[in-house]
């Protein structure tokens, strides 16, 4: 032990004689290295006083300014109590406007005898700190002994003044530590941040304003992305700590359908998420997560606590969809009585009409719908609106309000020559039949039309179906490779421009189904009344038309037949409004046959509101959902005549992020799948995470929702936090920061050298949360907050609807 200490002091005492040569040799860079790479020596004093000593030398930065001081400050603490340390502490506390400290330190070493310039030092700092009959002596002193002291005779002439009363005393404008404080601080909560430069507009708490919410949009991307909004990190955390329940629930709140959106949902969320960003790898697998919470949770009803207490309102909604189904949740949740009419014998809109059972079983939704009617929302079956005795008329007067959510049900057929031979069928009714009977048309050589949703749930039924020309009884439990049928999918553009679930197309190919792109059908072909095949032309793609895709444009000469006995239109649907009476057509529907207001929530008609594909047109079940949820708000304002929920970002201080950067490196996982063996009409196809799984997958996700942030007050711009970063900009040195119109920070100007470094910056923008920089600051003056979109109701609560 002795032994080990005294070579600890040898190594040392070289280490400090090479220091000692190198700061008289002026290479401070290299002397600041080889101290800083000596473990001891942020906690000996001669080391510190040896840093300080080089910063202060080398003194061609800001920075170095910073590092002298805090370094000086240790030394000193630490029992080294030199005239130099003083010195150097002196003077940096007065370049950084700190007029107490500076005082103390100069008065520390600073005698009448002392040389004219640390007189008039003390003088300057005594002037500033605010004690001007002081300084008149000090710098009266410094001038006798030098009278050209540069600025002395103005110092002098400003401290008399206000000796005299003729100026008001000299505010001292120093500030330490007004901001965030570093990780270990406690920030107090609803206090607007002192400077521009901070990323939020209060230290801790709920927070409103524009730069808040551009925040979380910029830096949780997938929860920007999905239009539920969804707080995605939360229920990935609670995944990854196993706490499926939890997952579940934070899902619930936003989503409606969690077990239905973790198996279909189109993902918005993932081609956004950062891990998916350049260089660092494959997004997050986030809706498959999603489903790992509902499938590892306890499988009883989850019923959420109603927000509001019962309001006395009737709400009628229009088709037992997502759409409806949400708005229903939501508004019951808002204390609100609702009834939904559909006109299907069962409650689910395309979840069930459309999506094959393979996709989605269907237990899955009822179980899903189960929860939103244990909160009291009646659902009636086979009512639908329009009929003699149930009109629109009727539900508008009978209710306070009225939610029209009832689809895209209008098919958009190809006008083509041969269009009326048997066996054309648009995909919408095919799927229906089949999905309400487990029964239907089945061709030899199918040819499904289109590149959406639709195309692929047709394509991939129809060959399922196939099994049923091999005349066996139980054909619909046989096997995929069993199957007599030829299926082919005919898209006019590319795989780019196809409106599709991730995944859906490999799961074509694999399952041997067709795909030919850039064609488009010019007729059907037929014998005695039956289509036999169908004419199609290549195509080539031009610049993007309306709908923001690029174009095809045929190419002549090009026609080819394809062999068909069943042909499939995949050709999108659009809002059927025939049922709407004619009461309110005029106010409601346009021309067209689309909604006067599509895409919005309102109508003219006070009373009434629309929601979901209704109102955007076909768009996808969570576009459905979030439509609905905004939807739900409009009503509740309408009825209750103010707005009960806002969103805010609430700021929690935290200590840790909870995950390790070896998670950074962690490999996507991929889906498991039943063999084609076992692929049947209606056998789910794609297992789920199983719990190792789950966890493997849900600690990937960075928890985008931790925000580091460098206070300035405590910042010494030592590097030690860039010098320790994983990311070539999350922490940069910035001449100046851009600000967006509302004061949200939109940018910076990196600076080119140390003289223009104003902020050590956390770009948040390139930041994995990896929390090397706290680690490695030596000050504590990076803070750790986690920053969440929230929903605050009117009476304080904070949920999410
Ligand atoms: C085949 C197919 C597969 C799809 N696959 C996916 C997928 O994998 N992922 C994805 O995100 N999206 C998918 N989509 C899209 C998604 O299903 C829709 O965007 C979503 O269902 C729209 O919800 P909605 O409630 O607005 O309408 P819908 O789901 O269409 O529900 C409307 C409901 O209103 C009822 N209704 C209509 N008129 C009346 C009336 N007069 N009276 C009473 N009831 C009425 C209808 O019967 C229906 O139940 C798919 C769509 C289809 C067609
Ligand atoms: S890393 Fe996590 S929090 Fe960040 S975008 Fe991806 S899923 Fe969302
Ligand atoms: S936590 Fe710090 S070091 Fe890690 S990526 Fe973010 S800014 Fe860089
Ligand atoms: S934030 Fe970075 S530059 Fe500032 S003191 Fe900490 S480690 Fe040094």
């Not at 290479?27 to 000996?44: C, N, P, T, Y």
């Not at 901070?198 to 551009?214: E, H, I, M, N």
């Not at 189904?513 to 059907?524: A, H, K, R, T």
Request: with cysteine.
């Amino acid at each position: 032990m002795l032994q080990e200490s005294k070579i600890m002091t040898i190594t040392l005492n070289k280490l400090t004689k090479r220091a000692v040569e190198l700061i008289d040799e002026q290479q401070f860079d290299q002397a600041i290295e080889l101290i800083g790479s000596e473990k001891a020596s942020r906690a000996d004093a001669e080391l510190c006083a040896l840093l300080a000593r080089a910063f202060y030398r080398r003194g061609d930065a800001k920075g170095d300014v910073y590092s002298a001081h805090f370094f000086a400050d240790r030394a000193l603490a630490l029992g080294n109590g030199s005239d130099e340390l003083h010195a150097i502490r002196g003077v940096c506390a007065f370049r950084k406007e700190n007029y107490p400290q500076a005082v103390e330190d100069f008065q520390a070493y600073v005698s009448e005898t002392a040389n004219p310039q640390n007189r008039f030092l003390l003088g300057m700092s005594l002037l500033y700190a605010g004690h001007a009959a002081e300084a008149v002596a000090w710098l009266e002193g410094a001038l006798k002994s030098q009278p050209d002291l540069p600025r002395g005779n103005l110092a002098l002439a400003e401290a008399q003044a206000i000796v005299a009363g003729k100026k008001p005393k000299v505010a001292p404008p120093f500030a330490i530590a007004k901001g965030l404080g570093g990780i270990k601080d406690q920030r107090p909560k609803g206090i607007e941040t002192p400077y521009p430069f901070y990323a939020l507009s209060k230290l801790a708490g709920v927070a409103d304003q524009p730069k808040d919410f551009k925040w979380l949009a910029d830096n949780i991307p997938c929860q920007n992305s999905c239009p539920a909004g969804t707080d995605i990190p939360a229920y990935l955390t609670a995944v990854y700590e196993e706490r499926y329940q939890d997952a579940y629930r934070i899902n619930l709140r936003d989503n409606v359908f969690p077990g239905v959106l973790g198996r279909v949902c189109a993902r918005p969320c993932e081609s956004d998420c950062r891990h998916g960003w350049d260089g660092l790898g494959d997004s997050v697998a986030i809706c498959f997560s999603k489903r790992s919470g509902a499938d590892h949770r306890q499988q009883q009803p989850v019923v959420l606590e109603k927000i509001f207490p019962s309001s006395g309102k009737k709400v009628a909604v229009v088709g037992a969809g997502p759409a409806g189904l949400a708005a229903a949740r939501n508004l019951a949740l808002f204390g609100h009585s609702v009834r939904v009419y559909e006109q299907s014998s069962t409650p689910g809109g395309m979840m069930v009409q459309g999506i094959p059972a393979f996709r989605l079983p269907r237990e899955q939704v009822d179980r899903e719908i189960d929860q939103i009617r244990a909160l009291g929302v009646e659902i009636h079956c086979n009512a639908r609106v329009g009929e003699r005795e149930l009109k629109l008329n009727k539900l508008v007067s009978g209710n306070d309000a009225v939610v029209l959510a009832a689809g895209t049900l209008r098919p958009n057929l190809l006008e083509l020559p041969g269009q009326d031979l048997k066996g054309i069928l648009h995909g919408l009714e095919y799927l229906e039949e089949i999905n309400r009977v487990d029964d239907g048309p089945v061709g030899k050589n199918v040819v499904v039309i289109g590149g959406g949703f639709t195309a692929m749930d047709c394509a991939r039924t129809a060959l399922r179906m196939g099994t049923k020309l091999s005349g066996a009884e139980n054909w619909r439990v046989l096997p995929l490779s069993r199957s007599g049928a030829k299926v082919s999918v005919l898209y006019r553009r590319s795989v780019s421009e196809m409106l599709v679930t991730p995944g859906e197309i490999e799961a074509l190919e694999h399952e041997g189904i067709d795909l030919q792109l850039l064609v488009s059908p010019l007729e059907y072909l037929g014998e005695n009344g039956q289509v036999t095949g169908v004419r199609f032309i290549r195509n080539r793609l031009r610049e993007p038309d309306d709908s923001g895709r690029r174009r095809p444009e045929p190419i002549s000469g090009s026609e080819f037949v394809v062999k068909a006995d069943l042909v499939l239109l995949a050709t999108g649907q659009s809002p059927q409004t025939a049922w709407i009476d004619a009461k309110f057509r005029k106010l409601l529907v346009a021309e067209d046959q689309w909604l006067l207001n599509s895409g919005g929530h309102t109508t003219s008609l006070g009373k009434i509101f629309i929601a979901g594909d209704f109102s955007t047109g076909a768009r996808s079940l969570i576009e459905a959902i979030g439509h609905a949820k905004h939807c739900a708000r409009q009503v509740d304002e309408y009825l209750m005549g103010e707005q009960r929920v806002r969103d805010i970002a609430l700021i929690e201080d935290d200590q840790a992020v909870g995950r390790i950067r070896e998670m950074d490196f962690v490999e996507v996982q991929t889906m498991p799948a039943i063999a084609e063996e076992e692929r049947t009409l209606t056998a789910e196809v794609e297992t789920g995470f199983d719990q190792v799984l789950a966890v493997d997958e849900a600690q990937r996700c960075y928890r985008c929702q931790y925000k580091f942030e460098i206070d300035p007050d405590k910042c010494i711009y030592c590097d030690w936090c860039i010098k320790a970063k994983p990311r070539p900009k999350c922490i940069v040195k910035a001449k100046q920061l851009e600000y967006g119109p509302t004061g949200e920070i939109i940018g910076f100007e990196e600076a080119v050298g140390s003289d223009d470094t104003n902020l050590i910056y956390i770009n948040q923008d390139d930041c994995i949360r990896c929390g090397a920089c706290v680690e490695a600051c030596p000050v504590d003056a990076i803070s750790l907050q986690k920053v969440s979109k929230t929903t605050l109701a009117g009476n304080g609560s904070c949920g999410r609807v």
